[in-house]
């Protein structure tokens, strides 16, 4: 995961910093720093993957540079009826 896929994930789907945080069981202060700039991140394999993980169960899919860019974007998400009657939104491989 790139930096700018991490500050992408975030703002598709509307999440600041401090939901990540809370979602990931990343620290903030390690969200904060790892956002900024392009160069390539350097932190623990566990934490991109504790941030992945996260991201992915949201709904982001991750895509990667493969000659047109890396970048990130929303699962289509299916909704189906739950057994009280609310409506339940599954992306698929979030189960």
Known sequence: ???LQLRA???VLG???ERLAQASGVSLPTIKRLEPGDEP????L???EKLRVTLEAAGVEF???N???AGVRLRE???VASADHQDVVNFPGSN
Do not use: L
């Not at 991140?41 to 623990?44: D, I, L, S």
């Open 77 to 79: 998400p299916s909704v």
């Open 41 to 44: 991140m350097r932190v623990r």
């Open 67 to 69: 000659g047109g860019g």
């Open 9 to 11: 994930a975030r703002a």
């Open 1 to 3: 995961m790139k930096r």
């Open 46 to 48: 566990e934490t991109v």
């Open 15 to 17: 999440w600041s910093q």
């Open 63 to 65: 895509i990667p540079d």
